[in-house]
């Protein structure tokens, strides 16, 4: 993973936990960070899989007709 995405993630999530307080505007400022915290997460990108090294023979023949 990027490391200035962690360090994004890091400091939003710590900027999270200051916003504990009760009043309307810290609550909306913490709503906002958490969501974007998992906006940020959803849109990582899926991890590649290693290409694997073994074949199945049914799509070998399919394949080669």
């Not at 710590?14 to 309307?24: M, N, S, T, Y």
């Not at 969501?35 to 290409?51: F, Q, S, V």
Request: no cysteine; proline share 8%; hydrophobic share 35%.
């Amino acid at each position: 993973m990027n490391p200035t995405y962690l360090l994004a993630r890091d400091h939003l999530q710590r900027a999270a936990v200051i916003l504990q307080g009760a009043d309307q505007r810290s609550r909306q400022l913490r709503h906002i960070i958490e969501r974007t915290i998992g906006l940020m997460e959803d849109a990582l990108p899926d991890e590649p899989k290693p290409p694997a090294n073994v074949y199945q023979f049914s799509e070998y023949r399919h394949l080669r007709s």
